[in-house]
């Protein structure tokens, strides 16, 4: 498996996937990385995590097994370090483990990840394994590079290669690993998406012993509620010729919006296990803590045992207050929609020219001020530009369109009819 699977593995749940051995996690299409696991936790833009810490429940109390702590963050608060340190048997005294050190570009990808690890209390100074990353002109990851120090050497090790649509849309993550003197593929996910731009299946496929062949091997498939977010995965396993359930996983959202900007986070999960062709019955389950200022703090999840669900572990999360950031500017883009008014289902174009060089995000909301659609931060060139909504929004009402471009914003509002 890849590093960012392994990585993956250890925040499972906060993506809502159950961290249980029977269950494969799937990745999540890229448009742009973000391997900086604690960047993905806060739901305050006002605050950065620090860190991250796995308690497992025995014997009737929390006992520490993992921490990670991210420091010397840039000017776009991302970490340029991350220690971890894990306990030799749970409620021990944390040791460290390793250490990854992080490089971003000027639009705050990440570029490269090296892993220095501690041996007997001390830290080497010398890299055991580097990921590289590399982006195309729209800001879209498209590979990673993944090497490993042999006698002294570096060698190529895996690589992760990404393929987009006409959209923009991440329809292909493969896996390869480096044999002899050339790459052989793993695997493969490929993904499928609605009308929304919303994944509607991802489907992994391994590949034979030549690297060229793929075999179906397991699939999720997504539903998703009117506001957009994400309420069931069904983790299907292939056997004799079909796909069969295997897990079911449905998420529940806090009743109002938290945090800055204001969202509906996640605030539970369940998961299910198939019994029969038709037929559910209770796995696990978690549950998610926010603090007031929209944080989350605490991850738990429990097992279903004995007719009731059960500790199993957690994770507790703390965070800086940025005292010195500073207010989005207003933006001159000359942003408009064409057309607007439009009508449902009708595509609609952004239209905009930058000044500079920038990274641009785009959020489109409802009335109500929930997001109905959003395209990741992607570099792009000074000049004119046209962005697709595909076929978004889907229903008749007033949205607001809003184009971040680095830390300064431009919206308009869309009426559809």
């Known amino acids: 498996m890849k590093k960012e699977l392994l990585t993956a593995l250890l925040f499972v749940s906060v993506l809502a996937q159950p961290a249980v051995a029977q269950l494969r996690l799937h990745r999540e299409p890229q448009a742009a990385t973000q391997p900086a696991t604690a960047q993905r936790l806060a739901s305050n833009t006002g605050f950065r995590q620090l860190t991250a810490l796995k308690q497992q429940y025995r014997g009737g109390a929390w006992l520490d097994t993992l921490r990670y702590t991210y ?21 021990a005294a944390l040791r460290a483990l390793r250490q990854e050190n992080y490089q971003y570009n000027a639009a705050g990808k990440l570029t490269s990840d ?108 997504f539903t998703y509620n009117a506001a957009g977010q994400r309420l069931t995965d069904t983790q299907q396993g292939y056997s004799n010729g079909a796909y069969v359930n295997a897990y079911r996983v449905t998420n529940t959202y806090t009743a109002t919006p ?48 004995n007719g009731a669900y059960a500790n199993d572990y957690r994770y507790v999360y703390t965070y800086q207050r940025l005292l010195a950031t500073t207010p989005a500017k207003a933006l001159q883009v000359g942003l408009a929609l064409v057309p607007n008014p439009s009508r449902s289902g ?34 792009q060139a000074a000049g004119e530009h046209m962005l697709p909504l595909a076929q978004l929004p889907p229903a008749p009402g007033l949205y607001t369109v809003r184009l971040m471009a680095g830390t300064q914003s431009q919206a308009v509002k869309l009426v559809v009819e």
């Open 71 to 91: 420091s010397r963050f840039t000017a776009l608060n991302k970490p340029l370090r991350e220690l971890r340190e894990n306990a030799p048997t749970r409620g």
């Open 114 to 221: 090296s892993t220095f690890v501690y041996t007997n209390g001390t830290l080497n100074t010398t890299a055991t394994l580097a990921m590289t990353y590399t982006y195309d002109t729209q800001g879209n990851l498209l590979q990673e590079l993944q090497s490993v120090r042999v006698s002294g050497s570096w060698r190529p090790y895996g690589r992760t290669t990404y393929t987009y649509n006409a959209q923009g849309q991440n329809t292909r993550i493969l896996d390869e690993s480096y044999f002899g003197s050339s790459y052989l593929a793993d695997d493969q996910e490929l993904f499928t998406y609605n009308a929304q731009g919303q994944v509607t299946v991802d489907d992994f496929q391994l590949a034979d012993v030549s690297g060229t062949t793929f075999s179906p091997f397991q699939r999720d498939l």
């Open 258 to 305: 938290i945090g800055v900007p204001a969202t509906p986070q996640l605030a539970s999960y369940v998961v299910e296990r198939a019994s029969g062709a038709t037929a559910w019955v209770p796995y696990s389950q978690g549950i998610e803590t926010y603090d007031t200022d929209g944080n989350l703090t605490t991850d738990l999840y429990q097992v279903y045992t």
């Open 346 to 379: 009708q595509a609609t174009e952004m239209h905009y020219t930058l000044p500079a060089a920038a990274s641009v995000a785009v959020t489109v909301f409802d009335g109500l001020g929930r997001v109905v659609f959003s395209r990741p931060a992607a570099a």
